[in-house]
């Protein structure tokens, strides 16, 4: 039985807790702030209540798999499947609903967008394979241990090399694919969801919106912030302890070991360490400056940032549904903002994101709580202070215009967070979401893995690791760095 301590409650961090406790291992685990989820919390202001973090559920499944580790009944954990996905606002007053049920969805595409169904049909079945077949060995297994990649599932995997794309961005795919700008868009706008740009990720990662259109999205009884509270209680009914309110400060080796960890309330002996902090702060702050950083993986470009206004609206919007988008005119350019310029253009793509939608309690009878999303660049010395009213500005003109009404009169209750905000309570570098960004097609290749090589007893998980970006892979991240740590100690 090894001592594990886990850096980090988040959901990679809580996954770990509850795989390495289930194995019979003593297990703590270290939060700086005082609740489990990491960057899902909820937040609660005057009568509204908000999620904070990840909005959109996909790959229960992925959820499912925990609570069978620990012989658990997946049916006390509740959620609802969706029946629309998402509904989608354009400047010149275009509007759509975009329906789970697939016929119907193919009905707007060919309805609304002047598609071919059959062409949108064939595409989202390519997106489902593509996904079916990399998962297994990109997603589920790390990429940085031949034996994992070596089996029956590689070679089918490489036989559809020529449906990756490999030599074009999402963007053309997309762009060669449709006729409909606004399809263009809604399907690029998937790039975000790791926080890259379409014009600059490879088309492998049109895949990405296979388990949002093909298998649904879904939203919990109790909110997103249901997913690390039932995962914080797997992990405690697993024999894991937690530590909150209590800061991690040094990840101490000898010999090329882990041997302890120090916080800022003691120094206490480990066999093993997980790390569910961003890899660029573990090794910046965590590890001495005598081990060696992999610098070609910390020096990749890093992912979008954002800023997200929390308001309580007095009114209700009959228009709205669970999730929302406000697409910019020029995406291109608002890409080139975020990438290039590292600011924000005056016409941003806004996510409306309303759990009150389902949730009826989140908000009082007659109004409704607003999570206002919009992707931005990650530090780079600007003045945040001057760009969040500007991005606010611009983003209640945009949606009063769309929505034909002063949304500003409507605010009754508001809260802010902002790449500063990520990077001060999340330890995020530069205020980035996901770590490395998926600007070029060798993006997933350097991305950390999820153990050290250099120091034995030290893994790695969430979402600035191996696999990315999201719940579904921080849950497979955690997964990953167990199956390592079982090979390692058969190994030793």
């Not at 707007?108 to 595409?123: A, H, I, S, T």
């Not at 979401?433 to 030290?458: C, E, T, V």
């Amino acid at each position: 039985m090894a001592k594990v301590a886990i850096i980090g409650a988040g959901v990679g961090g809580l996954a770990s807790a509850i795989r390495f406790a289930n194995a019979g291992h003593q297990v703590t685990v270290f939060e700086a702030n005082s609740h489990p989820g990491g960057k899902i919390n909820t937040l609660s202001l005057g009568e509204f209540r908000w999620d904070m973090g990840p909005s959109v559920l996909t790959a229960p499944q992925y959820i499912k798999d925990l609570y069978k580790l620990c012989g658990k009944d997946f049916a006390e954990f509740e959620y609802n499947k969706l029946d629309t996905t998402f509904n989608y606002f354009f400047n010149d007053h275009t509007r759509f609903s975009l329906p789970a049920n697939q016929e119907k969805m193919l009905d707007v595409f060919e309805q609304e967008l002047g598609e071919d169904r059959e062409v949108v049909r064939k595409y989202l079945k390519k997106a489902g394979e593509n996904y079916n077949h990399i998962a297994p060995l990109f997603i589920e297994k790390s990429l940085h241990r031949f034996k994992h990649l070596i089996n029956a599932k590689l070679f089918k995997a490489l036989a559809r090399l020529p449906k990756y794309r490999l030599n074009s961005t999402m963007n053309e795919e997309n762009l060669s694919t449709f006729k409909n700008e606004k399809t263009i868009q809604l399907f690029n706008r998937y790039a975000t969801y790791n926080g890259s740009s379409p014009f600059k990720s490879p088309a492998m990662l049109n895949m990405i919106q296979h388990l949002e259109l093909n298998d649904g999205i879904f939203l919990p009884k109790n909110g997103m912030v249901q997913i690390p509270l039932c995962l914080y209680d797997l992990a405690k009914d697993q024999g894991a302890v937690f530590r909150f309110n209590e800061r991690v400060l040094s990840i101490e080796t000898q010999n090329n070991k882990v041997r302890a960890i120090k916080t800022d309330q003691r120094t206490e002996v480990f066999d093993v360490v997980v790390s569910n902090m961003d890899v660029s702060y573990t090794y910046d702050r965590l590890l001495s400056n005598e081990i060696p950083k992999p610098k070609k993986t910390l020096n990749q470009e890093l992912s979008s940032s954002t800023i997200v206004f929390y308001w309580g609206i007095n009114g209700t919007f009959p228009e709205l549904d669970v999730h929302n988008m406000f697409f910019a005119s020029n995406y291109k350019d608002e890409f080139r903002h975020i990438f290039e310029s590292k600011t924000l253009n005056n016409d941003p793509s806004i996510y409306l994101h309303i759990t009150s939608k389902m949730k009826k309690e989140d908000a009082p009878e007659g109004k409704e709580n607003w999570f206002v999303m919009i992707n931005t660049p990650n530090i780079e010395n600007q003045d945040w202070e001057k760009l969040i009213q500007q991005c606010k500005e611009d983003s209640l003109k945009k949606l009063s215009k769309l929505l034909n009404r002063d949304i500003k009169s409507l605010i009754e209750e508001e809260f802010v967070i902002d790449p500063v905000y990520l990077e001060k309570t999340y330890s995020a570098a530069k205020g980035s979401i996901y770590g490395n960004a998926s600007n070029n097609k060798y993006a997933a290749f350097y991305r950390h893995p999820n153990f050290s090589k250099k120091i034995a007893g030290l893994y790695f998980t969430g979402v600035t690791v191996h696999p990315g970006g999201g719940i579904p892979l921080a849950l497979n991240s955690a997964k990953i760095a167990f199956e390592c740590y079982e090979e390692d100690v058969k190994k030793a």
